[in-house]
């Protein structure tokens, strides 16, 4: 029987104690044993772990965040796929609702909202409220894009061709835009069914000169990646990266030089100057400064 939904966790070093939660958090889902697919794709870590209980464990060279989540796609046999962080998980109370709606299998993608604080996993109370529902190429559109892989389902069937591009930091910024412009249907519910966990150590909190640089390359070439494709529905999204490229610009580096250097290579790219939109109060600030420099 084909699974309902592939559980994707990239895991690389974390205590295997926060993976026994992930896995945990998943189990506890209302699903059937054969509707719930686990996959643990291990990249090279020092230290593996032990094969998931109901699931598989997956063994890579270390090779980074995109190909690993490659690997757990090329494996993924469920007619939806869920990506989910080691050191993350699930709540069950809330997730039900993802399940309801990947059950009618009405849309492609089912996005959801997250918490970074410990939740209660009470029983949910009362009908969960749709936030929007259409296309994903409307979506990008008319809403602002939070792009992290975790935070929906999507129909494996989706995907085509389309992976997750080797190397780079934040590669969801790349890959959630372009799945969100071959799915038909999406539905996003207001309810935080993923527990985001920040610890020292994560890729967000890291701030080595060497990995800062890295971090704003990376946000610049996908950009770029993204400009090239010359999708007139990626307009906003591109616009609205580019002025989280200069506010991390700023806050990583706290350099003038820096923020100007790379205001330069934006505006010789046709990237500036930005049109002042009311896509939110934080890119029209952005955008007006970074038009005046």
Sequence with gaps: MTPLISFIITYH????????????SIRALPLEKDEAEIIVVDDGSSSPPTSPQGGRLIRQEQAGLSVARNTGIGHAQGRYIQFVDADDYLIPSAYEAVIGQVRKEEADVVLYKMTKHTPSNSPRKGPI??????????????????????????????????????????????????????????????????????????????VSQEKVQKRLNDIHFTIKKLQSTEEPLLERRIRQLTTDYLQKTWTLTHSVRELRKRTRE???????????RRYSMRYLFIASIANLI
């Design 129 to 206: 409220d749709e936030a929007w529902r259409g296309s994903g190429a409307s979506f990008l559109q008319h809403r602002n894009l939070r792009a992290a892989a975790w935070g929906y389902a999507f129909r494996r069937d989706t995907l085509g061709e389309l992976r997750f591009h080797p190397g780079l930091l934040h590669e969801d910024e790349l890959f959630t835009p372009q799945l969100f412009l071959r799915a038909k249907s999406l539905c996003e519910l207001d309810v935080k069914a993923y527990y985001y966990r920040q610890h020292e150590g994560t890729i967000t909190h890291s």
């Design 13 to 24: 070093n974390e205590p295997e104690a926060l993976l026994q939660a992930c896995v945990e």
């Design 266 to 276: 934006l505006r010789a790219e046709g990237m500036l100057p930005l049109p002042l």
